[in-house]
């Protein structure tokens, strides 16, 4: 019940990472949907239909620019380059100027709005100079860095050769590596990047940032990022046996290089648990990877525990997710449903930290007759005063990492009142935010 709310709203993509990948080395390039979205959703419908596999750098003016995305490259059949389908063209999104290291659409001359496949990479500030791409609005939708320029100027290295009698008039300028007998210079595939940022990882139930925080181990996490997974959402299976998969949709989290269990991946929000191994360590380094190309890394101080109350809207805020169970059937508390002191009622949470060895099950299975105990005294807390507690631990049936605790109301005056989770740990107390309420009549 608690781990179906972990997964809300995906987040929209904003600047995602390709990686061009070469003969040469690759290009990593951040697309830029909100200076040109109608050029950057036209350069990815080509992506993704794998039009740009295997497509060649035709064209190759040292000092000025590299342009490919036209033809496509087939050693094993005759002919061995084929032209790209066209799409129709689309109009002109001209904002940005064509500096270095920047990618923009090739046009036809004099036709500012006939951009289709074709694309370029400029190798200076062409915005501006003799050549004066901006006048002729060449839209730029992307930027490389610093290691992408260094790959487009080898490319620009190498020898230029006039092949417009075998292939056409744009092989007047085909670069070739190893001279004139020598091979295309390939786009083997462009593929989006994993991108992760510290900002983008947060307590699954409360949102708070794991910049500010650190993560404990067995911490639920919700990461937002870009490229992190497939366009739709997947989410875990409960297996036979054993835990749940570490391996998601092509979708894997690495915390020192141990892949966690996770519980749902897209392309730009995913949730993973953090291995309970980290647990003895100072810091962490996370990672992930996407159909195996990999992210870069990121570094957390590990905390003893994080504690955090599911909410009823996933937002962190609110009525928590506290249940009053009747037999088979449940009741959920809210404003609509408030509970009565002396009501026994059951609250969902996370982030407690490690359990007690002889209680600790392994990371991502599903608590069934061992129930995990935290090693690490754990009370909760209304208006910041303790209340009764009959259970505190795992959550039967649920993902290990997911914490129950059953308790009685205490007398309260009708209304909203603050619900918290405390565990003690050896460096201090560690609290929930105080953004969780329980409603009372």
Same mark, same amino acid.
């Given at each position: 019940m608690?781990?179906?709310?972990?997964?809300?709203?995906? @987040?929209?993509?904003?600047?995602?990472t390709?990686?061009?990948?070469?003969?040469?080395?690759?290009?990593? %390039?951040?697309?830029?949907?909100?200076v040109?979205?109608?050029? =950057?959703?036209?350069?990815?419908?080509? #992506?993704?239909?794998?039009y740009?596999?295997?497509?060649?750098?035709?064209?190759?003016?040292?000092?000025?620019? =590299?342009q490919?995305?036209?033809?496509?490259?087939?050693?094993?059949?005759?002919?061995?380059?084929?032209?790209?389908?066209?799409?129709?063209?689309?109009p002109?999104?001209?904002?940005?100027?064509?500096?270095?290291?920047?990618?923009a659409?090739?046009? =036809?001359?004099?036709?500012?709005?006939?951009?289709?496949?074709?694309?370029? !990479?400029?190798?200076?500030?062409?915005?501006?100079?003799?050549?004066a791409?901006?006048? *002729?609005? !060449?839209?730029?939708?992307?930027?490389?860095?610093?290691?992408?320029?260094?790959?487009?100027? /080898?490319?620009?290295? @190498?020898?230029?050769?006039?092949?417009?009698?075998?292939?056409?008039?744009d092989?007047s300028?085909?670069?070739?590596?190893g001279?004139?007998?020598?091979?295309?210079?390939? %786009? @083997?595939s462009? #593929?989006? #990047?994993?991108?992760?940022?510290?900002?983008?990882f947060?307590?699954?139930?409360? &949102?708070?940032?794991?910049?500010?925080?650190?993560i404990?181990p067995?911490?639920? /996490?919700?990461? !937002?990022?870009?490229?992190?997974?497939?366009?739709?959402l997947?989410?875990?299976?409960?297996?036979?046996?054993?835990?749940?998969?570490?391996?998601?949709?092509?979708?894997? #989290?690495?915390?020192?290089?141990?892949?966690?269990?996770?519980?749902?991946?897209?392309?730009?929000?995913?949730?993973?648990?953090?291995?309970?191994?980290?647990g003895?360590?100072?810091?962490?380094?996370v990672?992930?990877? &996407?159909?195996?190309? @990999?992210?870069?890394?990121?570094?957390?101080?590990?905390?003893?525990?994080?504690?955090?109350?599911?909410?009823?809207n996933?937002?962190?805020?609110?009525?928590? %997710?506290?249940?009053? &169970?009747?037999g088979?059937?449940y009741?959920?508390?809210?404003?609509?449903?408030?509970?009565?002191?002396?009501?026994?009622?059951?609250?969902?949470?996370?982030?407690?930290?490690?359990a007690?060895?002889?209680?600790?099950v392994?990371?991502?299975?599903?608590?069934?007759?061992?129930?995990?105990?935290?090693?690490?005294?754990?009370?909760?807390?209304?208006?910041?005063?303790?209340?009764?507690?009959?259970?505190?631990?795992?959550?039967?049936?649920?993902?290990?990492?997911?914490?129950?605790?059953? !308790?009685?109301?205490?007398?309260?005056?009708?209304?909203?009142?603050?619900? *918290?989770?405390?565990?003690?740990?050896?460096?201090?107390?560690r609290?929930?935010?105080?953004?969780?309420?329980?409603?009372?009549?």
């Amino acid at each position: 019940m608690a781990v179906a709310l972990c997964a809300t709203a995906l @987040q929209a993509q904003n600047n995602p990472t390709y990686r061009f990948i070469t003969n040469l080395g690759n290009i990593d %390039v951040v697309l830029t949907p909100s200076v040109a979205p109608k050029t =950057v959703a036209n350069f990815l419908s080509y #992506v993704n239909a794998g039009y740009y596999n295997n497509t060649i750098f035709h064209r190759s003016v040292p000092g000025f620019v =590299v342009q490919a995305g036209g033809y496509q490259y087939f050693p094993n059949q005759t002919p061995n380059v084929v032209a790209i389908p066209q799409s129709p063209a689309i109009p002109n999104e001209f904002n940005v100027t064509n500096a270095t290291g920047t990618i923009a659409m090739a046009l =036809v001359s004099g036709n500012s709005n006939s951009a289709t496949s074709q694309w370029f !990479f400029n190798l200076a500030n062409n915005g501006t100079n003799a050549n004066a791409l901006d006048s *002729q609005m !060449f839209t730029v939708f992307g930027q490389t860095n610093a290691a992408g320029i260094k790959v487009l100027n /080898l490319i620009a290295a @190498q020898p230029v050769f006039d092949y417009s009698a075998t292939y056409g008039s744009d092989f007047s300028t085909l670069p070739l590596s190893g001279g004139q007998t020598g091979t295309f210079i390939v %786009v @083997q595939s462009i #593929v989006p #990047v994993p991108t992760i940022t510290s900002a983008g990882f947060l307590s699954a139930a409360s &949102y708070a940032p794991n910049s500010t925080t650190g993560i404990s181990p067995g911490e639920i /996490l919700t990461v !937002f990022g870009e490229g992190m997974g497939p366009s739709q959402l997947a989410t875990f299976t409960v297996p036979a046996s054993g835990p749940i998969a570490t391996n998601l949709a092509g979708t894997q #989290v690495f915390f020192n290089g141990q892949a966690a269990p996770l519980i749902y991946t897209s392309n730009g929000q995913l949730s993973v648990i953090a291995p309970y191994s980290i647990g003895d360590l100072p810091t962490v380094s996370v990672s992930m990877s &996407y159909n195996g190309i @990999q992210s870069g890394a990121l570094n957390f101080p590990v905390k003893a525990a994080n504690p955090a109350i599911f909410t009823l809207n996933a937002s962190g805020s609110g009525d928590g %997710v506290i249940v009053k &169970y009747q037999g088979s059937s449940y009741t959920v508390i809210s404003a609509s449903s408030p509970a009565s002191p002396g009501d026994v009622l059951t609250l969902f949470g996370e982030g407690y930290g490690a359990a007690t060895t002889g209680s600790a099950v392994p990371d991502g299975t599903i608590v069934t007759s061992t129930l995990p105990v935290p090693a690490n005294p754990t009370t909760l807390l209304i208006d910041g005063n303790q209340v009764t507690t009959s259970y505190v631990g795992g959550a039967p049936y649920e993902i290990n990492a997911v914490l129950q605790v059953n !308790f009685t109301v205490p007398q309260l005056a009708p209304g909203s009142h603050t619900i *918290q989770l405390k565990v003690s740990t050896p460096n201090g107390d560690r609290i929930s935010p105080s953004t969780v309420t329980i409603q009372t009549k």
